[in-house]
């Protein structure tokens, strides 16, 4: 099953797409939200639908996030050797995290406000893990009975707020429009092997990015496992799981950055694509 939310920004509503096509199913479900990944929200939901009437959806419209904004977004640094090497770090020993605030979370499709001040807005593709049942001290056999689904997510990064500003990486990552998440959640079963799907992400049409998901230093189970051990995961937290080489920090022979106007798209294997257009703090 492949969910979405669509509408207006602060008032999307819940949706899947079928064959292709968009339907609304808020009459079925409030909304894509802790309570709805808590409880039996997606068995419950495939089987509402195969009796429901559902409303076609014009496939014009926005798309919002595609979950409500979670209790958190956990993000693993430095989990592709590739990128650890061009920005001159060392193969990380065990997962590096940080925290991503949820209020950059937007729409896959939303601009990306380069923030005010701003001389080093990057770019990261990154597969995201939502997670579906409630998560703490779980094992790696049993890690992925905690996942509702996989995401696409651009882990948008300041790098002069995150690298030359003190303190943690979380400055870098939190701007507002930093967290485009969607176009869609893809449940397990929609995805035969997380651990080989194509990531790729172009900027004006230039590719940067494109790896694979199977040279991830650290795999999926291992991640939920090892981050349960440091904080109780709950249903509907996003873990972004690390962006391959191709970043604008790891640009030969002079890093490079976004500037109003430049166009980025990236995707995932079987997790669709988005696009943001870059726009300058205050221009309306």
Request: contains cysteine; hydrophobic residues 40%.
């Amino acid at each position: 099953m492949k969910l979405i939310r669509f509408g207006e920004a602060g008032a999307e509503k819940p949706g899947v797409i079928i064959n292709d096509n968009y339907f609304d199913v808020s009459a079925l479900v409030k909304d894509y939200n802790e309570e709805f990944f808590a409880g039996d929200g997606l068995e419950k939901l495939k089987k509402d639908i195969e009796s429901a009437d559902l409303p076609q959806v014009d496939k014009a419209v926005r798309l919002g996030p595609a979950l409500a904004r979670p209790s958190k977004i956990i993000c693993v640094g430095l989990n592709y050797k590739d990128h650890a090497a061009e920005t001159n770090a060392p193969i990380p020993t065990e997962p590096i995290l940080f925290f991503k605030a949820t209020s950059a979370i937007v729409g896959p499709n939303d601009d990306l406000i380069i923030p005010k001040n701003s001389k080093k807005t990057d770019w990261e593709v990154e597969l995201g893990i939502v997670v579906g049942k409630k998560a703490s001290y779980v094992s790696e056999e049993n890690a992925l009975d905690h996942i509702a689904g996989y995401v696409l997510h651009n882990d948008y990064s300041e790098r002069e707020f995150q690298i030359e500003r003190n303190g943690q990486w979380v400055k870098g990552k939190s701007c507002d429009t930093f967290a485009p998440i969607g176009p869609f959640i893809a449940t397990q079963d929609e995805i035969a092997d997380v651990h080989n799907l194509r990531l790729w992400l172009t900027v004006n049409g230039k590719t940067l990015q494109d790896g694979n998901t199977s040279n991830l230093i650290f795999n999926v189970p291992f991640m939920i496992s090892y981050i349960s051990q440091f904080m109780t995961l709950l249903p509907g937290d996003v873990i972004s799981t690390g962006t391959p080489a191709g970043v604008g920090l790891g640009q030969k022979p002079e890093p490079w950055y976004l500037k109003a106007g430049d166009v980025v798209e990236l995707g995932i294997d079987g997790l669709g694509t988005s696009k943001q257009t870059a726009k300058a703090y205050g221009d309306n």
